[in-house]
């Protein structure tokens, strides 16, 4: 993504898009399905706080997946989440800035972060896409973006509830 980091000034300083906040775990298998993840996808999480987005994505499909954060603990936890799970060859967690992370080899690309960072990531993201690319973010608040989603979905629990946003590279209806 170093377009990202070109266009966002991060060249040197790491810039924290966002604190941590985990998804609502019981939420976690809905924003897979609703983002169409298949055992041949590879998932990014940018921001990744505990990998528990990815490690869902690895055990439930058997995917690769790949997690950019900066916070050093996190990455820590992640990854011991990741072997106690038993899918840690397939989830690599980067301890490194989002905002300098390639991802062309990702088919799903999750962003867990505040409103105003999603809309200025999403037009970026897209461009880096392959056409069979997805992004899914979630929000509680009202996501502005250009372009707008391809499908918005509430998902809820006893326990949370939230948005579900999923942007294709492709935007050709049925793509
Ligand atoms: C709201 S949490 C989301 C965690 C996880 N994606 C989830 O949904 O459970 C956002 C995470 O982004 C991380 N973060 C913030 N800025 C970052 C950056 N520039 N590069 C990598 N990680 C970043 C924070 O440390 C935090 O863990």
């Avoid at 170093?2 to 809905?30: C, H, N, Q, V, Y």
Wanted: with cysteine.
């Amino acid at each position: 993504m170093a377009i990202l980091a070109r266009r966002f000034g991060a060249r040197s300083r790491k810039t924290s898009i966002g604190e941590f906040l985990g998804t609502p775990t019981d939420l976690i298998p809905e924003l897979l399905a609703f983002a169409n993840v298949n055992g041949s996808d590879v998932v990014y999480d940018l921001g990744c706080g505990d990998g528990r987005i990815l490690i869902e994505a690895a055990t439930r499909y058997g995917c690769r997946a790949v997690g950019y954060e900066l916070d050093p603990s996190l990455c820590r936890i992640a990854r011991d989440l990741a072997s106690r799970e038993q899918v840690n060859h397939l989830v690599t967690i980067h301890n490194a800035d989002a905002m300098a992370a390639e991802i062309g080899g990702a088919d799903v690309v999750f962003l867990f972060q505040p409103p105003d960072t999603v809309s200025r990531l999403v037009p970026e993201l897209l461009k880096q896409l392959s056409p069979t690319g997805r992004i899914v973010a979630h929000e509680q608040s009202r996501v502005r973006c250009d372009p707008s989603p391809a499908a918005s979905r509430p998902l809820f629990s006893p326990a949370a509830l939230t948005v579900a946003h999923l942007w294709k590279a492709d935007p050709t209806p049925g793509a």
